[in-house]
């Protein structure tokens, strides 16, 4: 599970993806442990939020919860390893989580896709949301 900016701990993350698996009745497709990532058939989960909105109103459960949802909706597997959280703002499109998703599992064709529970976890422009999945769109197609 990829956690670039450590502004939670670890094991809260890890209840947070468990809980999303099991409150969204997927536990055998979001979170799952040792997958061979290898493979490209598997999903990626993204979501963000900015550190203002984390200490104000923690989400990241229900956007964790959201993700799981669409995995199960869209029957893909999302394995632990490819659930990516950012912990800055939308302005910024310079996360590490969105660059690892631009820069080497999208271009190399490690995931079939990637799941994003809103928009608003993406970028905070509109113009830019345009592009990222226009982009995202093409390079999985």
Same mark, same amino acid.
């Given at each position: 599970?990829i956690s +670039? /900016?450590?502004l939670i701990?670890?094991?809260?993350?890890?209840k947070? /993806?468990v809980e999303?698996a099991r409150?969204?009745? !997927?536990?055998d497709?979001?979170g799952?442990? &040792?997958c061979?990532v290898? $493979? #490209? +058939?598997?999903?990626a989960? !993204?979501?963000r @939020?900015?550190?203002r909105? $984390?200490?104000e109103?923690?989400?990241l459960a229900e956007?964790? *919860? @959201?993700?799981?949802q669409?995995?199960? $909706? @869209?029957?893909v597997? /999302?394995?632990?390893? !490819?659930?990516i959280?950012?912990?800055r703002?939308?302005e &910024?499109m #310079?996360?590490q989580?969105i660059?690892?998703?631009?820069r080497?599992?999208i %271009?190399?064709?490690r995931?079939?896709?990637?799941l994003?529970?809103?928009?608003?976890r993406?970028?905070?422009n %509109? *113009?830019?949301?345009?592009?990222?999945?226009?982009?995202v !769109?093409?390079t999985?197609?």
């Amino acid at each position: 599970m990829i956690s +670039h /900016v450590e502004l939670i701990e670890s094991e809260r993350l890890e209840k947070y /993806v468990v809980e999303a698996a099991r409150r969204a009745g !997927y536990e055998d497709g979001f979170g799952i442990k &040792d997958c061979d990532v290898s $493979q #490209n +058939h598997f999903w990626a989960a !993204y979501t963000r @939020q900015s550190t203002r909105e $984390q200490s104000e109103n923690d989400r990241l459960a229900e956007y964790l *919860l @959201q993700c799981a949802q669409l995995a199960k $909706q @869209q029957g893909v597997i /999302v394995p632990k390893d !490819y659930i990516i959280y950012d912990a800055r703002s939308s302005e &910024d499109m #310079n996360r590490q989580g969105i660059e690892w998703l631009r820069r080497e599992l999208i %271009p190399n064709r490690r995931i079939a896709g990637v799941l994003i529970p809103l928009q608003g976890r993406l970028s905070a422009n %509109p *113009l830019d949301k345009l592009a990222r999945c226009k982009a995202v !769109y093409e390079t999985l197609d």
